[in-house]
């Protein structure tokens, strides 16, 4: 069974920094793409930044291009989301999930990490 | 970046009755196209990608179509556990994009 579990979140002051991880199993880690997705409280979805299975390639939305770096450990079987400089607007649930490709859909989903910016 | 619009934001469906959403894109995405359903407190799961293929276990009663700009999601007799919200995401261009979402509730 695939299961992607998100830790790391928590309350954070802005301008402040947090990393997430994000346990990989049930599936070849190394052989997928990653994703972070996040959720404002009670809005809609949004896309945040990508990893190529290898950790080679790496993609993020403008939004946090710059502040954010998503990276990968494939012998542990974790993704990561090293956060910086947040604000407010980076308020949300972060979810991880899993791709097929860098470009694609999301297959798995994580359950979430909350993070809280505020000071 | 890529606009997707969804409509309509809420649709009041009976239990049993068939449910229609849709989903515009700003520009042509070709078939790459997903839609997700996400109930309250839940992650979003997947239903349909490439525009028209059910992901692994999804029922029958949920079918996409469309291409380029205009899609559909339809679900032909709603179940009670049918109820959430559906988003749909296009991949074809980087960024990916979703749209705002459709709420679906009982009526």
Same mark, same amino acid.
């Given at each position: 069974?695939?299961?992607?579990?998100?830790?790391?979140?928590?309350?954070?002051?802005?301008?402040?920094?947090?990393?997430?991880?994000?346990?990989?199993?049930?599936?070849?880690?190394?052989?997928?793409?990653?994703?972070?997705?996040?959720?404002?409280?009670?809005?809609?979805?949004?896309?945040?930044?990508?990893?190529?299975?290898?950790?080679?390639?790496?993609?993020?939305?403008?939004?946090?291009?710059?502040?954010?770096?998503?990276?990968?450990?494939?012998?542990?079987?974790?993704?990561?989301?090293?956060?910086?400089?947040?604000?407010?607007?980076?308020?949300?649930?972060?979810?991880?999930?899993?791709?097929?490709?860098?470009?694609?859909?999301?297959?798995?989903?994580?359950?979430?990490?909350?993070?809280?910016?505020?000071? | 970046?890529?606009?997707?619009?969804?409509?309509?934001?809420?649709?009041?469906?009976?239990? $049993?009755?068939?449910? #229609? =959403?849709?989903?515009?894109?700003? &520009? /042509?995405?070709?078939?790459?196209?997903?839609?997700? +359903? @996400?109930?309250?407190?839940?992650?979003?799961?997947?239903?349909?990608?490439?525009?028209?293929?059910?992901?692994?276990?999804?029922?029958?009663?949920?079918?996409?179509?469309?291409? $380029?700009?205009?899609? #559909? =999601?339809?679900?032909?007799?709603? &179940? /009670?556990?049918?109820?959430?919200?559906?988003?749909? +995401? @296009?991949?074809?261009?980087?960024?990916?994009?979703?749209?705002?979402?459709?709420?679906?509730?009982?009526?």
């Amino acid at each position: 069974e695939v299961q992607l579990v998100e830790s790391g979140g928590g309350l954070v002051q802005p301008g402040g920094s947090l990393r997430l991880s994000c346990a990989a199993s049930g599936f070849t880690f190394s052989s997928y793409a990653m994703h972070w997705v996040r959720q404002a409280p009670g809005k809609g979805l949004e896309y945040v930044s990508a990893i190529s299975s290898n950790g080679g390639s790496t993609y993020y939305a403008n939004s946090v291009k710059g502040r954010f770096t998503i990276s990968r450990d494939n012998s542990k079987n974790t993704l990561y989301l090293q956060m910086g400089s947040l604000r407010a607007e980076d308020m949300a649930v972060y979810y991880c999930a899993r791709g097929p490709a860098v470009a694609g859909h999301f297959d798995y989903w994580g359950q979430g990490t909350l993070v809280t910016v505020s000071s | 970046e890529i606009v997707m619009t969804q409509s309509p934001a809420t649709l009041s469906v009976s239990p $049993g009755e068939r449910a #229609t =959403l849709s989903c515009r894109a700003s &520009q /042509s995405v070709s078939s790459n196209l997903a839609w997700y +359903q @996400q109930k309250p407190g839940q992650a979003p799961r997947l239903l349909i990608y490439g525009a028209s293929t059910r992901a692994t276990g999804i029922p029958a009663r949920f079918s996409g179509s469309g291409s $380029g700009t205009e899609f #559909t =999601l339809t679900i032909s007799s709603l &179940q /009670s556990e049918d109820f959430a919200v559906y988003y749909c +995401q @296009q991949y074809n261009n980087w960024p990916p994009t979703f749209g705002p979402g459709t709420k679906v509730d009982i009526k």
